[in-house]
């Protein structure tokens, strides 16, 4: 299953899951709430989740195209048995939000309820504050770049050089009053 995680709803996320051409599920999360339940900080990210939400393997990039992960995400899928290296490995529970993290979840849910009534700047200057409060969540940030910039997420190829020049662009403007 894929979950995708866009702020302003599914009509955007839409045209990249599809693009993708996967044949599984794809559902949209909105209120980021697996961001919050396995603290998640950045997509695209793999997540081994049982049936009852525990975590069988730590929350980290994945290669599908690797040969030793497949087998072991095979596996697992096939057996229900833990695949021997994912066994004992840190980080097999999330770690909860600290206080700052809690806060600019908030700010984060705040700016979801502001653009559903249509309020971009306050939505806009709660992101910014989400992000202040929590640096490295790319999730918030980038909700915050694609409200802010559209152009640069919802039409053709995900500009990364774009991201990473704002990302130099607004250092100071977002966190200097740390």
């Known amino acids: 299953?894929?979950?995708?995680?866009?702020?302003?709803?599914?009509?955007?996320?839409?045209?990249?899951?599809?693009?993708?051409?996967?044949?599984?599920?794809?559902?949209?999360?909105?209120?980021?709430?697996?961001?919050?339940?396995?603290?998640?900080?950045?997509?695209?990210?793999?997540?081994?989740?049982?049936?009852?939400?525990r975590l069988v393997r730590p929350v980290g990039s994945v290669n599908i195209q690797d040969a030793e992960f497949l087998a072991e995400?095979?596996?697992?899928?096939?057996?229900?048995?833990?695949?021997?290296?994912?066994?004992?490995?840190?980080?097999?529970?999330?770690l909860p939000m600290n206080p700052d993290e809690k806060q600019a979840d908030d700010h984060f849910q705040a700016a979801i309820a502001l653009l559903q009534e249509e309020k971009k700047q306050e939505a806009l200057a709660r992101l910014?504050?989400?992000?202040?409060?929590?640096?490295?969540?790319?999730?918030?940030r980038k909700q915050l770049w694609a409200i802010d910039a559209p152009e640069a997420f919802y039409e053709g190829e995900v500009n990364y050089d774009w991201q990473e020049a704002r990302k130099e662009a607004e250092a100071e403007e977002l966190l200097k009053s740390e």
């Open 128 to 140: 910014k504050e989400a992000v202040r409060l929590d640096p490295q969540n790319w999730l918030m």
């Open 73 to 94: 995400l095979k596996e697992w899928a096939e057996t229900d048995g833990i695949p021997k290296r994912w066994r004992g490995l840190p980080g097999v529970r999330p």
């Open 1 to 53: 299953m894929v979950i995708a995680q866009d702020a302003q709803g599914a009509e955007l996320a839409r045209p990249w899951v599809e693009k993708a051409g996967g044949t599984y599920r794809a559902l949209l999360d909105r209120y980021n709430f697996v961001g919050k339940a396995y603290n998640l900080k950045y997509v695209p990210v793999g997540i081994a989740v049982d049936e009852t939400g």
